[in-house]
């Protein structure tokens, strides 16, 4: 950036200031609290793609350290995708430990108790000494999740069911979907020199597009590429 240019713009924006950038915000434990309350936690994060679980109970789990959360992701036996909180609704023990696999059930390791692909309750040892023990209210829970050209997205918003083509969170609705809108068509080339999978997210093309303007005239005429050596 010339002289110039950043007259123009601290002239036009006098409150950013012309010192250097401060690091606090990448660094802070404090800061990365308040971006998990007010972002994260309120908007759509990819975890993952559709191929990763192909089969009816294939499932993987995504560690979301910026949601607190950790999610199932499963395939159920009619082809549909669902995402639930990786806890027993019992006693809040962790389910799977595992990254993935497939399983025609999940059991908790601490009490047994057993849900199926749609989160179901649907075994429990011991049954007749849970009194008033209603299956249907204690299965695992579900948490937000949306597909849009393959890739998958969950949101860990509580209380209330999302879609990608109504908004991104309950703070940002959208009368049109918002992704389609900005991405639909759009084709990545992705450049390889051995045999690979790439997986690139609207987030990640999000990133390329928001800081174009600090990269090198070099980077910003280059196609996004991933390669591999």
């Not at 069911?161 to 609705?173: F, K, Q």
């Amino acid at each position: 950036m010339n002289a110039g240019s950043s007259h123009v713009l601290t002239g036009r924006y006098p409150e950013l200031g012309s010192e250097p950038i401060p690091i606090e915000p990448y660094i802070s434990p404090q800061y990365f609290e308040l971006e998990k309350k007010y972002l994260f936690k309120k908007v759509w994060i990819h975890v993952g793609r559709v191929e990763e679980i192909p089969s009816a109970g294939d499932y993987f789990v995504k560690q979301l350290d910026a949601c607190d959360a950790s999610v199932l992701v499963v395939r159920n036996r009619d082809g549909a995708i669902h995402a639930f909180h990786n806890v027993c609704s019992h006693r809040m023990n962790k389910m799977v430990y595992t990254e993935r696999g497939s399983t025609k059930k999940f059991f908790c390791k601490f009490h047994g108790w057993a849900y199926d692909l749609d989160g179901r309750l649907v075994g429990v040892p011991d049954e007749k000494c849970f009194t008033g023990l209603k299956r249907e209210e204690h299965g695992l829970s579900p948490v937000n999740l949306d597909t849009w050209q393959g890739f998958i997205f969950a949101a860990a918003i509580p209380g209330r069911r999302l879609s990608i083509a109504t908004g991104n969170s309950h703070s940002m609705p959208s009368k049109k979907p918002i992704m389609c809108r900005m991405y639909t068509g759009a084709r990545l080339p992705v450049h390889c020199s051995s045999p690979m999978r790439a997986v690139c997210g609207p987030s990640m093309v999000c990133a390329v597009n928001i800081t174009g303007g600090c990269r090198s005239p070099e980077t910003r005429n280059q196609s996004t590429a991933i390669r591999t050596r």
